[in-house]
């Protein structure tokens, strides 16, 4: 195992902290442009607020409790509907790299509705369970589920025959094959999957949000920019960011642990 | 006793141009205790013949028994060690070894004496939770032997297991297997492409042809072999034998000399 020279060598941890804020560099540039153009008067306060003012929007609704409200409401959608749509994701890609019956029932579903845009069903979604979480829910489940169904059957389809034809050889039972063998072999990939799922989530609960719920940060949001408001408007994106952003990190965090065995999870994954 | 009888073995392989033959008629017998090894020029369908053993491809034609059994299905009775190993990359040294046993009900306790016991004959405490990719080449193959051995099956199929060794590695492992066998005396049918590593180890040398398949000439090695290395290798029957092999091999790799 490589252990990284800058992990305890002075110079290395100069060179960590160094690496820390050429990665959040680029943001710190974006936000401070954003600054500056208001503050200069280059584009209109009426049109587009400062940051600050958009930090100062965001702490009122902190300390008035507008955000916890409306942010959990939005977690608990985005998230439960991103762990329905994977474990779905998972059996149903799993099913179709295993079964040609599967692969034939699932194969042209999946092709054909994998570039329709999932939000466009929320008016339907919206006439059949009405305002709430179950439409909400169900547009995060349906855009989860296609990326984590294609990456878990490309996964376990790149298998590679020995490691089946070794488990068959010590007596593993065909069931076991799907647990012991194929899910944690194409780990990477389903886990890969999952956090292209992640970023789709909170998108797609926002948008859903604005037209089928009576609560939420999408519903914060559209509330606020039809209104105006628009400090209030980008303060709430800016809370749904940060609790997307932190997401991103966690999953990612329990990725690099789950698969530290694997060879390329520390030069694809690893900036931590 | 028979352990494995192989007889009018056919397999084809289906190309894009048409049907390959890979095996055509193949007869193998191999008594039980009995260490053979099958030696022929690349593409010549060996390990296809270990694979169809091991039950994990289907044959077009003729009977494969083993223990007296029509072959169906891979078999813990027949322990496979593939060319890359084939280690379960997310299992540790530990769990790859613990596998075979716990597929197999292996008591808990059990299962750790056995694997603390492997662990200790393979040299490689203090490694029992490192993953595979932490390993080196020789140390996988070790891992891999060591988890065939762990569920006690009674065959061996080895294919190529020295392959991707260098030559140092290779001579230590080849040693080791050779002790191994004569302390257990395990049915072993062994693929290889290595002329020294078949006579240095087997009893009885099979050379196939090249494709189609098909075992055409075969040697008994009848030298001792208790000694060491150097006395085995400097021996003139040794020798002979060797390059009598090497000829054989080589004339169905289309060697000029034919």
Same mark, same amino acid.
């Given at each position: 195992?490589?252990?990284?020279?800058?992990?305890?060598?002075?110079?290395?941890?100069?060179?960590?902290?160094?690496?820390?804020?050429?990665?959040?560099?680029?943001?710190?540039?974006?936000?401070?442009?954003?600054?500056?153009?208001?503050?200069?008067?280059?584009?209109?306060?009426?049109?587009?607020?400062?940051?600050?003012?958009?930090?100062?929007?965001?702490?009122?609704?902190?300390?008035?409790?507008?955000?916890?409200?409306?942010?959990?409401?939005?977690?608990?959608?985005?998230?439960?509907?991103?762990?329905?749509?994977?474990?779905?994701?998972?059996?149903?890609?799993?099913?179709?790299?295993?079964?040609?019956?599967?692969?034939?029932?699932?194969?042209?579903?999946?092709?054909?509705?994998?570039?329709?845009?999932?939000?466009?069903?929320?008016?339907?979604?919206?006439?059949?369970?009405?305002?709430?979480?179950?439409?909400?829910?169900?547009?995060?489940?349906?855009?989860?589920?296609?990326?984590?169904?294609?990456?878990?059957?490309?996964?376990?389809?790149?298998?590679?025959?020995?490691?089946?034809?070794?488990?068959?050889?010590?007596?593993?039972?065909?069931?076991?094959?799907?647990?012991?063998?194929?899910?944690?072999?194409?780990?990477?990939?389903?886990?890969?999957?999952?956090?292209?799922?992640?970023?789709?989530?909170?998108?797609?609960?926002?948008?859903?949000?604005?037209?089928?719920?009576?609560?939420?940060?999408?519903?914060?949001?559209?509330?606020?920019?039809?209104?105006?408001?628009?400090?209030?408007?980008?303060?709430?994106?800016?809370?749904?960011?940060?609790?997307?952003?932190?997401?991103?990190?966690?999953?990612?965090?329990?990725?690099?642990?789950?698969?530290?065995?694997?060879?390329?999870?520390?030069?694809?994954?690893?900036?931590? | 006793?028979?352990?494995?009888?192989?007889?009018?073995?056919?397999?084809?392989?289906?190309?894009?141009?048409?049907?390959?033959?890979?095996?055509?008629?193949?007869?193998?017998?191999?008594?039980?205790?009995?260490?053979?090894?099958?030696?022929?020029?690349?593409?010549?369908?060996?390990?296809?013949?270990?694979?169809?053993?091991?039950?994990?491809?289907?044959?077009?034609?003729? %009977? &494969?028994?083993?223990? +007296?059994?029509?072959?169906?299905? !891979?078999?813990?009775?027949? @322990?496979?060690?593939? #060319?890359?190993? /084939?280690?379960?990359?997310?299992?540790?040294?530990?769990?790859?070894?613990?596998?075979?046993?716990?597929?197999?009900?292996?008591?808990?306790?059990?299962?750790?004496?056995?694997?603390?016991?492997?662990?200790? %004959? &393979?040299?490689?405490? +203090?490694?029992?939770?490192?993953? !595979?990719?932490?390993?080196? @080449?020789?140390?996988? #193959?070790?891992? /891999?032997?060591?988890?065939?051995?762990?569920?006690?099956?009674?065959?061996?199929?080895?294919?190529?297991?020295?392959?991707?060794?260098?030559?140092?590695?290779?001579?230590?492992?080849?040693?080791?297997?050779?002790?191994?066998?004569?302390?257990?005396?395990?049915?072993?049918?062994?693929?290889?492409?290595?002329?020294?590593?078949?006579?240095?180890?087997?009893?009885?040398?099979?050379?196939?042809?090249?494709?189609?398949?098909?075992?055409?000439?075969?040697?008994?090695?009848?030298?001792?072999?208790?000694?060491?290395?150097?006395?085995?290798?400097?021996?003139?029957?040794?020798?002979?034998?060797?390059?009598?092999?090497?000829?054989?091999?080589?004339?169905?790799?289309?060697?000029?000399?034919?």
């Amino acid at each position: 195992m490589a252990v990284s020279v800058a992990a305890w060598s002075p110079a290395g941890a100069r060179s960590n902290w160094l690496r820390a804020v050429w990665h959040y560099l680029p943001i710190a540039i974006v936000l401070l442009v954003w600054q500056l153009a208001v503050d200069l008067d280059l584009v209109d306060r009426a049109f587009l607020p400062s940051f600050g003012a958009t930090l100062r929007a965001l702490w009122e609704m902190t300390v008035n409790g507008e955000i916890a409200v409306n942010l959990l409401v939005s977690i608990y959608r985005a998230l439960g509907g991103l762990a329905i749509g994977s474990a779905v994701g998972v059996a149903i890609g799993l099913a179709m790299a295993t079964s040609r019956r599967a692969d034939e029932f699932f194969g042209p579903l999946v092709a054909t509705t994998y570039s329709l845009p999932k939000t466009s069903l929320v008016p339907l979604f919206l006439l059949w369970f009405g305002i709430g979480d179950v439409t909400n829910m169900l547009a995060v489940l349906l855009a989860c589920l296609l990326p984590v169904i294609v990456s878990t059957y490309h996964g376990v389809k790149a298998v590679p025959a020995v490691i089946v034809w070794s488990a068959r050889a010590m007596g593993t039972s065909h069931r076991l094959i799907l647990w012991r063998i194929l899910l944690p072999s194409a780990s990477l990939s389903i886990f890969t999957g999952i956090r292209i799922a992640l970023g789709f989530c909170f998108v797609v609960t926002i948008s859903a949000e604005m037209i089928a719920a009576k609560t939420g940060i999408g519903k914060l949001i559209f509330l606020y920019g039809e209104n105006g408001a628009y400090a209030y408007m980008f303060g709430g994106l800016l809370a749904l960011v940060i609790v997307a952003y932190a997401a991103d990190r966690a999953l990612l965090a329990v990725m690099n642990y789950a698969l530290r065995w694997h060879d390329s999870i520390h030069a694809a994954h690893g900036d931590g | 006793m028979i352990s494995i009888c192989v007889r009018k073995l056919n397999k084809r392989y289906r190309a894009s141009d048409g049907d390959v033959t890979a095996l055509a008629d193949v007869d193998v017998e191999v008594a039980e205790g009995e260490f053979v090894t099958i030696v022929g020029p690349s593409g010549c369908g060996k390990s296809t013949l270990l694979y169809i053993l091991g039950g994990f491809i289907g044959a077009d034609g003729g %009977t &494969i028994e083993v223990g +007296g059994r029509a072959v169906t299905g !891979p078999g813990v009775d027949r @322990g496979v060690v593939f #060319q890359e190993y /084939a280690l379960f990359p997310w299992l540790t040294v530990a769990q790859n070894i613990r596998y075979g046993l716990e597929m197999n009900g292996t008591p808990r306790r059990r299962c750790e004496e056995i694997v603390e016991r492997l662990v200790r %004959t &393979i040299g490689l405490q +203090g490694f029992e939770h490192r993953f !595979p990719r932490e390993l080196s @080449g020789g140390m996988k #193959q070790r891992v /891999a032997i060591a988890r065939t051995l762990a569920y006690d099956p009674k065959i061996l199929l080895l294919d190529e297991p020295f392959g991707a060794l260098d030559a140092q590695t290779r001579e230590v492992m080849q040693d080791e297997l050779l002790r191994l066998w004569q302390a257990t005396r395990k049915t072993v049918v062994m693929v290889t492409h290595d002329v020294n590593e078949a006579v240095y180890l087997s009893e009885r040398v099979l050379v196939m042809s090249q494709r189609p398949g098909r075992i055409v000439q075969e040697f008994e090695v009848a030298f001792d072999r208790t000694g060491e290395r150097e006395v085995t290798v400097l021996n003139d029957d040794f020798n002979h034998l060797r390059n009598e092999v090497w000829l054989a091999v080589r004339r169905q790799a289309g060697g000029r000399s034919a």
